[in-house]
């Protein structure tokens, strides 16, 4: 039930549907006939699926008061982003990665909930793209699947020890009051493990045009549109803001160095050529820590024991367990697949909600202490899950581990995720039809 993003992964996700609320002035373009436009993997990507996402993008570019770029370099982002989704989606079917209607009614329930609206009004505002009622669930199922796949296959590729999160936790208390965010945005080049010479040249010669518009004062942001080949490319290559710690490796030191303003790079990494811009830099003030003490039971399924099988054995422990014929902690000995809680009783330690599964967050966020949740599904299996107790935490050496590991696994998840849907191109089959 872990996951890999601070909270960030699925918002992100959800806000670009979201933000097509911002604003009504973009509206589905009418075109007369339908066609392929693209082959990924072995599905067709129709012209109406690249003009509904670049409607989407459109208006979540200008509820962010971005500019708009060039109708070709949106094209070009937005079917590159368009084309990893549908691979991602496609990796998702192969291995039974599902979300049940029930499952999707819930989520959108929630995604309603944390944007204060009710589901109805979140449903009038994605209609505004011209997509169906049909069509706007399967893009909200699509964007969760895709998030699950992702957070399934980059986490297990980042290994943090206990020490390394022991030594930033006690940093993080120890300069707590005086720490710094960076608001950062990068242009990316990318580049083969092991270029030849005319990759390396092309990249340099790239590079080095970048850094003439830059220095010509042309905008950051619409550099970044024009050029990057990172899957931030359209939001201007945003990176958010970031503690030292949170930025990648190959650029901690750099921009610990730079002011304000400052334009880094170009840095090379295994991946391509970086160029990073600082646009401030600010002292951020310690934040209460929000904990939580959950303890569960996971049952996994497979082809014998399938989703209607767990749910009904979870939901049967449940009634026994809440009349007192049957005990959770004793029941999860017994019977809960998570290797590292069972033995405990299915209890866990003190944990900051965001960095759970977001169907096991989601699960939990309303449940009251004492209470035990309805059987639910994560992408790790069915789930009842019993909040043991709460608690807001500023300063104890266990809430900055919280954090220091929060910290640890978004930096390498930044790398591992662009690493990772870059393979994934690379191992598809790929073509793009002439318009």
């Not at 310690?286 to 082809?303: A, Y």
């Not at 989703?307 to 979870?314: E, S, T, V």
């Not at 866990?348 to 699960?363: I, K, L, S």
């Not at 059987?375 to 809430?399: C, L, N, Q």
């Amino acid at each position: 039930m872990l996951k890999n993003f601070s909270a960030k992964t699925l918002a992100v996700s959800m806000a670009l549907l979201i933000s097509i609320t911002a604003t009504s002035s973009v509206c589905a373009t009418d075109y007369l006939v339908d066609k392929t436009i693209a082959i990924a993997g072995d599905e067709a990507i129709l012209f109406s699926d690249l003009n509904h996402e670049i409607i989407k993008f459109k208006n979540y570019l200008q509820s962010k008061g971005a500019e708009i770029p060039p109708a070709d370099i949106l094209k070009k982002n937005v079917l590159d982003q368009l084309i990893t989704r549908r691979l991602i989606i496609q990796l998702a079917e192969k291995n039974n990665i599902t979300l049940s209607d029930s499952e999707l009614d819930m989520a959108i329930s929630h995604i309603a909930a944390s944007h204060h609206v009710t589901v109805d009004q979140l449903m009038n505002q994605y209609r505004k793209t011209g997509l169906s009622d049909a069509a706007i669930r399967e893009s909200i199922k699509n964007d969760i699947i895709v998030e699950e796949v992702k957070r399934s296959q980059v986490r297990s590729r980042i290994h943090i020890s206990e020490q390394e999160v022991d030594q930033l936790a006690h940093l993080l208390k120890e300069q707590a009051a005086h720490m710094l965010t960076y608001h950062l945005a990068v242009i990316s080049i990318s580049l083969p493990v092991t270029p030849n010479p005319a990759q390396t040249d092309a990249a340099n010669r790239k590079v080095n045009l970048i850094l003439k518009e830059l220095k010509e004062g042309q905008p950051f942001v619409k550099v970044a549109q024009k050029y990057s080949e990172a899957n931030n490319a359209l939001s201007g290559g945003d990176m958010g803001r970031l503690t030292i710690d949170e930025i990648p490796e190959y650029a901690s030191i750099a921009v610990s160095r730079a002011n304000a303003g400052d334009v880094i790079g170009p840095i090379k990494t295994d991946m391509g050529l970086n160029i990073i811009k600082v646009y401030d830099i600010a002292k951020m003030a310690p934040e209460p820590i929000e904990q939580v003490k959950v303890r569960h039971i996971l049952l996994k399924t497979n082809i014998i024991f399938d989703d209607d099988a767990a749910q009904k054995r979870l939901a049967s422990f449940r009634n026994e367990i809440i009349n007192g014929s049957r005990k959770f902690d004793d029941t999860a000995r017994v019977y809960s697949e998570d290797p590292v809680s069972s033995y405990n009783g299915g209890a866990m330690d003190w944990m900051n909600p965001d960095v759970f599964d977001p169907r096991f967050r989601a699960a939990i966020k309303n449940t009251g202490i004492g209470e035990i949740t309805e059987p639910f599904k994560s992408s790790f299996g069915w789930h009842i899950a019993e909040v043991m107790d709460r608690k807001i935490d500023k300063d104890s050496i266990e809430a900055y581990k919280i954090k220091a590991r929060e910290i640890l696994s978004n930096r390498t998840l930044m790398e591992e995720s662009e690493r990772w849907e870059r393979e994934i191109r690379d191992s598809s089959y790929i073509k793009i039809l002439e318009d």
